[in-house]
């Protein structure tokens, strides 16, 4: 099977060919820079599954896109954690299964090599907890909103990155406060730290997104 990795953490990328190499059936290609790339490796590679070193804060918009072009494209999230809501987020857009990065070596062979198969690798513990929480569905708009309000852009700068209208913004805004039980900016950016952004490491907002080029390498999504 060949394995498409996508991570920007050379210590990740260098331990992960050291420690898999001779270990397992997989052929690794590995991809760096943004995730726009991956869409281009997908096409040249035909993985048979695509693991994503992942970040809720940065990627939820990206990984999005991705499964929207590459449907047919079997994806595992690479993570420290995951919490309840981002693990529901990653079921609802089609991701095939979580493998954290403490993960035993063996465990994590046979995950990939299982979803390449065609199975669901999620942790019952996990899937558990999904179960018994208060989970909430966003859009993808939505999904590219919440890190942008939780990093504190205004109304114009979310406009201007996402290339929408400041009033559409204000809409969009006032359903997702309703849709998760918020007042205000400050009570949805909480609720992002405590329900979507898992990850030890919690890196800016996608560079280009903050230049206001989001429709760079992805089109806009759907409103």
Known sequence: ??????????VLEQGFLTVFAGRSPIETVIVNGAPADVLDSITRHAPS???FDFIPAEHFPALAEIRRRAPGCPIVLWMDAVSPEA????MKLGVRGILKKSDAIDHAISLL???SEGQLCFEQGLVTRFLESRT????PRESQLVPLIARGLKNKEIASALQLSDATVRIYLSALFRKLGVRDRHELAIYAQKNLFSDRFTAPVL???L??????PFAPASS
């Open 1 to 10: 099977m060949t394995l498409l990795l996508f991570t920007n953490s050379k």
């Open 49 to 51: 599954v695509l693991l």
């Open 87 to 90: 693990g529901y987020q990653a």
């Open 113 to 115: 090599v299982r979803t």
């Open 136 to 139: 909430v569905g966003l859009t």
């Open 207 to 209: 560079r280009s997104m």
């Open 211 to 216: 230049l206001g080029k989001a429709a760079g």
